[in-house]
């Protein structure tokens, strides 16, 4: 079928609305048409009434003249009005069925393509070309247009009366015809009336040769009898049949068929046979051509024309205005009418007008002044006779003017606005359908058609939904047709297109063909809402070979490919209506025993999990009866299996998230396995990202180790599910390249089943399933698969996305993603596998108490271990020992003492007061030790010497073992303390490799190895609360009063102090007074020191220097004072200089005061206890330096730092509970300031000798400068306010004297005045002056000794009061002075002021040149230390007494 043009368009009203010529012919003419294929004679002129061109120029009602150049004719054969028959919903369906089967294009619309919505096709393509049977059906039924009495289009202009010239007597004949009966009701009973043009033609047929003389004469006659219109016609001119030209005869034969095509589509089918124009040819096709122009020039347009002016003067009084309307209504209302009833006449219940009333003049002078193409008059006349239809309630004639008004707007091409022309159609379909007494439902259904056609000649598409949509629901296939159309419109709207509302009414349009039982288009349109909503996805190729075939053969047997339905209605978000097409087309996929693609439907359905319950109930119950269905009719062939994933469905149904997915090592035993980066320095060992199977950094297992795979299944929907046996499909690559090309019979893995999972509506579970792998390789896990509620076989593949390359350019303009190998794992022969068990691991603990528990690690593997360690992440609550391959039970111990602490303390009874030990100072870290192989110490990188990487690594066990041998059990003793109080998770890993020991436990990253992380939770409760405090000792500045606070927290225990332990690098301890206590510092103690539940004792101790450490004068400073001094000169190298410090600091001497207050001492010098409580002081001072020294990094801390400084006291007290558990402990407190000045490292600041090194890094700087001024900050903020020299006064005799000429006596006191140098760091110059009391007056402004009450003048100075002097450090000078008193009693000599300057020493001051922007030392601590003045702080009190 041609497409129609926009023009063609416009002409198809025109066609419809077209002038009709009656035919009668007589009877010796049908024998003449008869033989081209014809009919009638007026079949033979229907080709020719179409565009016939006029070329006339002709006037309208006003006079003015206009061009017609061209006009529409139709022939009819017969002219009556009948009763209409109204159209049913059967006759429609049956009509519009008839319209598809025409029609066997009925694939999806162009404009849906692969990649969505073509946009070009949209702009350029008609409507008409994606639903050709529309234009079939749109066609038929203007066909259908018949005779009424409202209208005039129909009746006749004319008739034209056809004899042949074969005939004796062609007058006689023609005459004979003006009395046919279709002439006489055509007088009578039509538009045209009396004064209807009679048309004569004398048809002279070619193959009467006898009649061609005579031909003239009898046109002569025809002419004389009946004037100018007439005409002669010669036709069958191929008298002989002549065949040379072929071309000839079709295009003969096309004139009629493509007439037929056009105007009948439904006959034209029936006739594709018949061969038209036979006897024909194109000069005779021509001649009928021009004989139908003729008529229609000379004769019927000017009688039309005559007409028109004939019934304007006929109707002027109608039309004549507003003030006759009034006058005619007043008369009708007022006065007589006169209007008879005549006029009127009733069809059907319905008013109509007689055909020479003046309404119906005036309706028929619109129609022909319509016809004529005068469509401005027309409009006005309509308007006028249509204000008389409605007074008379002529709703008919109402309906039809209103029609042709907005018929008439349309037409004159001019965009109105709608309320223009839509009220009209609207007010015109409403009358049709409602308002008259039958309804005529054609009329109205014809007015919606030319509606719709007129609205798409003038390209307003979005009125056409609203007027297609007036078709009542109740057409059935009528309704679908125009519903369809309407979703066309939505498509062609000038902004954008509307697809939600496309689809919507498309949906309508299915569900409408599917009520009316025509299947194909129904399956179409849901397949175009389909599309339409997945415009963003690009479909496979096999789905859209589907969408373009004929329904029946998308429905059949040969259906080629799974549809990707289920990935469509994911990519959807209407939710209602992918649910309500997919149901939809699975229920049309069955009426059609299309099993295939209707299970592909319903499980796309099952997709959805917006649908209610019961209709998901119903929908999945839909789907597994379909599955069995489809399994009995291909009961010939393979039913679909679980074995390979190509064979079962692929269902969304449950889902499972593969990125939640877990794959577990040996998932019996407890803690988390994987392949963990252990790196030296203390760090947690990292777990390391699963990268690619052909690298070593993944998830490995040993052979025929269980791995469990644990995935999250979650059912979206509302009702309860089960599947049945769920299990894993793997995809094995062999490592091995000459086994993976032969034929190995054995299973390379084994992969477990769940029998079933149920699954209630939107509940979420975890099903685990486990692969035991058989041989070295990689395995990959790709899928699922299970069988929904024990019928469906379901397939769900399991990939994840992989990293994003941005390695290229082409990576980064088009996405690339790497091969993603999370759900893999390697199989690995080598790889260790080790089973590891914590036992007698406590869950609480009292704080300090001491439990034995231990790891027991068994090699599973096939070859030995020989790197095996361990990591703790609270390293002081462990102490680790030794391990021992053997049953930890073999290890029972007496019950003589408190089994759980056997084998912790060592008790004796030879433990030494006070003993001094050289012990190394270095900050180890102590947080990993090795138990299998040796640890290395060799350089990790080029910037780190031998000794820091010494410090930096693991601690090496007393015994460790060479490596632990298949089916071997290594048992690793491990002491749990209470370490603080609180709720805390201890973390420990057991790490292992294969690699070779001398290599594997070397660098700053020594192995990656395969560990199992624990968490353990323990709550540690309190025992003993310890704090300590320091008094100055009256006795000897030197000395200090250390008192320990010990308070028991138990409700009901005793808990018994056994012995206390200092270690220091300067001072020793001895006891001042202890509960229980003789009242000695040198008691035996025979009785225990016991705290009752909630009570608190103090224990006194002395600290005093030892032995060489107080002597000052035989030892070098740099001796003395090691750790401080490596302190400052590591932090000065590491702040100035580009080498950083890699020197250990020295060894110290430590000295160990014990006071044993029961009957057993413990040893923590000689014993394994000394070195975890090393351990954990080395803890606590990293985590200490970590916090304070924020800006240095972790590696650096042993380099800068010593384990132990000079003057800090550590402090251990060892206890044991009365009764109970019998349990044992100790508590500890490390670096206990005594209150000597600890401000040594701000003198880290100052530069060395050599000065600053340069850098060129700005970045270098900046952190230069940070790190100083952090440094000053924290050391002016901790920085306690003590005298680096204090001064003693000490009287040694008292002697009497009487003076001269007087009875008083008074008494003469010598002193021993000491001044201590606190600093260890600087020698100070010193300038002495003793005040009297008569001199007290200088101390005043000062602000010291304000509160001296003694009498000023009860005594005095006597001899050299001012004594210069200097004093090393540490050290001390004496000077004797003596004093005059003139009474005995208690007087107060603390009178003195002490100037102070230190020595200058090798170091240069901080110059600021130097360092770009530095922050100097503070002037405070400079005049603190380096230059001041001191004042008695307290008083000095003697007693004055004869001897």
Request: negative net charge.
């Amino acid at each position: 079928m041609p497409r129609p043009t926009l023009p063609q368009k416009r002409d198809f009203v025109a066609k419809a609305f077209c002038p009709r010529i009656l035919v009668l012919s007589s009877p010796a003419i049908a024998d003449a048409c008869a033989v081209n294929g014809c009919t009638t004679f007026a079949d033979l002129l229907a080709p020719f009434g179409h565009d016939v061109s006029t070329q006339v120029t002709i006037q309208d009602s006003q006079g003015a003249p206009y061009f017609l150049d061209k006009v529409n004719v139709k022939f009819t054969t017969d002219f009556k009005i009948e009763k209409h028959k109204q159209p049913g919903k059967a006759e429609i369906d049956v009509l519009v069925r008839m319209s598809v089967a025409n029609d066997a294009d009925r694939k999806c619309a162009p404009f849906l393509t692969d990649q969505g919505i073509d946009t070009n096709v949209l702009a350029t393509e008609d409507i008409d070309s994606w639903a050709p049977w529309y234009t079939v059906f749109r066609q038929q039924w203007i066909n259908e247009m018949q005779a009424s009495e409202h209208e005039s289009f129909i009746h006749p202009v004319a008739c034209m009366l056809v004899a042949s010239s074969s005939e004796d007597d062609p007058v006689g004949a023609l005459r004979a015809l003006q009395s046919h009966a279709a002439i006489k009701r055509v007088h009578s009973n039509s538009f045209g009336g009396p004064s209807v043009l009679l048309y004569y033609v004398l048809v002279h047929d070619g193959r009467d040769t006898g009649a061609l003389q005579k031909i003239d004469q009898k046109f002569d006659q025809v002419r004389r009898a009946f004037g100018q219109n007439s005409s002669l016609l010669k036709i069958n001119s191929n008298v002989e049949l002549i065949e040379a030209n072929n071309s000839d005869r079709e295009k003969v034969s096309s004139v009629w068929s493509n007439n037929l095509l056009m105007t009948q589509p439904l006959a034209a089918a029936a006739m594709t046979d018949r061969v038209f124009g036979s006897m024909l040819t194109m000069r005779d096709v021509a001649a009928l051509k021009d004989s139908v122009k003729q008529m229609m020039v000379r004769s019927v347009v000017p009688h039309m024309q005559y007409m028109i002016r004939v019934l304007s003067d006929q109707t002027a009084n109608q039309r004549r205005g507003i003030t006759g309307r009034l006058f005619s209504a007043g008369r009708r209302y007022f006065g007589a009418s006169t209007k008879t009833t005549s006029t009127l006449v009733a069809v059907d219940g319905d008013v109509y007008f007689r055909y020479d009333s003046p309404e119906a003049l005036m309706r028929k002078l619109a129609d022909y002044s319509f016809m004529l193409k005068d469509f401005r008059f027309a409009q006005s006349v309509y308007q006028v006779a249509r204000r008389d239809f409605q007074s008379e309630k002529a709703w008919k004639c109402y309906a039809g003017a209103q029609e042709m008004v907005g018929v008439c707007k349309l037409m004159l091409e001019i965009h109105a606005s709608r309320a223009e022309f839509d009220s009209n159609f609207e007010d015109a379909a409403a009358m049709y359908f409602h308002k008259t007494q039958t309804p005529c439902q054609y009329l109205a259904l014809r007015s919606i058609i030319i509606y719709y056609e007129l609205l798409k000649h003038n390209k307003l598409y979005s009125f056409a939904p609203g007027a297609l949509l007036r078709t009542p629901s109740s057409m059935g296939a009528l309704y679908g047709l125009v519903s369809e159309q309407a979703a066309y419109t939505y498509l062609k709207f000038s902004n954008h297109p509307e697809l939600r509302k496309f689809s919507f009414y498309t949906m309508i349009a299915g569900q409408a063909y599917k009520k009316s039982e025509i299947g194909g288009l129904a399956h179409r349109c849901f397949r175009m809402v389909r599309m339409a909503l997945c415009t963003s996805m690009s479909k496979s190729s096999s789905f859209r070979e589907i969408e373009e075939k004929d329904s029946s053969e998308a429905h059949g047997a040969n259906n080629k490919g799974d549809t990707d339905i289920q990935h469509i209605a994911a990519s959807s978000n209407w939710t209602s209506i992918d649910s309500f097409i997919n149901h939809e087309l699975g229920l049309q996929c069955i009426s059609t025993q299309n099993y295939k693609e209707a299970l592909q439907y319903f499980m796309a359905l099952l997709s959805d999990d917006h649908i209610p319950a019961k209709l998901q109930a119903k929908y999945l119950q839909e789907l597994l009866q379909l599955f069995l269905e489809s399994s009995d009719s291909t009961a010939g062939e393979t039913k679909p299996a679980t074995q390979k994933p190509g064979t079962a469905m692929e269902l969304s149904i449950p889902t499972i998230d593969p990125c939640m997915t877990r794959i577990i090592m040996s998932p019996d035993l407890e803690g988390e396995d994987g392949i963990y980066e252990w790196r030296q320095g203390g760090a947690a060992p990292s777990r390391i990202a699963n990268n690619a199977l052909n690298t070593t950094a993944n998830l490995c297992c040993s052979v025929g180790e269980d791995v469990a795979i644990l995935l999250v299944v979650s059912n979206p929907l509302t009702v309860g599910i089960t599947l049945n046996g769920f299990t894993l499909a793997c995809d094995f690559k062999s490592v091995d390249e000459d086994l993976s090309n032969l034929e190995v019979t054995s299973p390379a893995f084994d992969v477990s089943s769940v029998d079933s999972v149920v699954l209630e509506g939107g509940q979420t579970v975890m099903v685990s399933v486990t692969i035991t792998p058989y041989r070295a390789g990689d395995l990959e896990i790709i899928g699922a698969r299970y069988l929904l509620c024990d019928i469906l076989p379901v397939y769900k593949p399991l990939k994840l996305p992989g990293k994003r390359l941005n390695d290229t350019a082409e990576q980064r303009t088009s996405p690339t993603y790497s091969p993603d190998t999370r759900l893999g794992f390697r199989v690995d022969p080598g790889f260790p596998r080790l089973e590891v068990f914590l036992d007698e691991f406590p869950d609480t603990l009292v704080s300090g108490s001491m439990h034995r528990a231990s790891v027991r690690i068994i090699n599973r593997g096939l070859h030995p271990c020989h790197n095996i360690a361990l990591w703790l992440s609270h390293s002081s609550f462990f102490d680790v020992r030794s391990p021992e391959k053997g049953d930890i039970n073999s290890d029972a111990l007496e019950n003589s003492e408190c089994i759980n602490t056997q084998g912790m303390y060592v008790y004796s009874d030879t433990v030494q007061e006070t003993e001094q030990v050289q012990v190394t100072n270095v900050l180890r870290e102590c947080s990993m030790f090795v138990i299998a192989g040796q640890s290395s110490s060799s350089p990790a990188s080029p910037g780190l010497a031998d000794s820091e990487d010494s410090a930096r690594s693991l601690h090496q066990l007393p015994k460790p073992i060479e490596s632990l041998n298949p089916k071997e059990t290594l048992t690793v003793p491990i002491w749990i303390r209470g370490d603080r109080v609180g709720a805390h998770t201890l973390r420990l890993a057991i790490g292992a490799s294969m690699i070779q020991a001398e290599t594997a436990l070397s660098g700053t990253t020594f192995c990656n190895m395969r560990s199992r992380m624990f968490d353990i939770d323990l709550v540690v409760t309190p025992s003993l609360r310890v704090n300590a405090f320091v008094r100055p000792s009256i006795r000897n500045p030197h000395e200090r009063i250390l008192g320990i606070e010990v308070e028991n927290m138990q409700p009901e225990l005793d808990i018994e102090l056994v012995q206390t332990t200092f270690s220091s690098g300067y001072y020793k301890l001895t006891p001042l007074y202890t509960p229980n206590s003789s009242g000695s510092g040198t008691s035996d103690h025979q009785d225990r020191v016991r705290v009752g539940p909630h009570q608190t004792i103090n224990l006194m101790y002395n600290a005093s220097p030892y032995g060489s450490a107080a002597d000052t004068k035989s030892t070098a400073p740099e001796e003395r004072a090691s750790p401080e001094m490596f302190t400052i000169n590591a932090l000065r190298q590491y702040i100035f200089s580009n080498e950083k410090p890699a020197t250990l600091p020295p060894p110290i001497a430590l000295v160990y005061s014990n006071a044993v207050l029961g009957k057993r001492g413990i040893d923590c010098v000689h014993s394994s206890l000394q070195g975890y409580i090393s351990r954990s002081q080395a803890s606590r001072r990293r985590n200490l330096l970590r916090g304070a020294y924020s800006l240095i990094p972790d590696k650096y801390l042993p380099v800068l730092f010593p384990l132990y400084e000079t003057f800090s006291i550590d402090f251990v007290l060892f206890w044991s509970e009365v009764g109970g558990n019998c349990r044992s402990g100790h508590h500890s407190i490390s670096g206990i300031d005594l209150g000597v000045p600890h401000d040594y490292i701000v003198e880290a600041l100052n530069p060395p000798p050599k000065g600053i090194a340069r850098t060129w890094l700005k970045d270098t700087v900046r952190e230069r400068e940070a790190l100083i001024q952090s440094i000053a900050d924290r050391s002016t903020m901790t920085r306690r306010q003590e005298r680096p020299l204090d001064v003693s006064i000490k009287l040694i005799n008292v002697s009497s004297s009487v003076s001269s000429g007087a009875d008083s006596a008074f008494y003469l006191a010598e002193v021993d005045i000491t001044v201590y140098n606190h600093s260890w760091r600087h020698a100070y110059d010193f300038a002495l002056d003793l005040i009297s009391p008569t001199e007290i007056s200088k101390l005043v402004p000062i602000g010291v000794r304000l509160d001296y009450s003694g009498s000023r003048s009860a005594w005095s100075w006597c001899g050299t009061t001012h004594h210069l002097m200097s004093v090393a450090p540490h050290g001390s000078e004496s000077v004797r002075a003596r004093l005059a008193c003139s009474s005995a009693g208690i007087i107060d000599i603390g009178l003195w002021e002490l100037n102070v300057q230190a020595r200058q020493t090798d170091s240069q001051p901080l110059a600021l040149s130097d360092v770009s922007r530095l922050t100097t030392v503070d002037s405070k601590y400079t005049s603190k230390n380096v230059e001041c003045t001191l004042h008695p702080l307290q008083p000095c009190f003697v007693n004055i007494a004869a001897n």
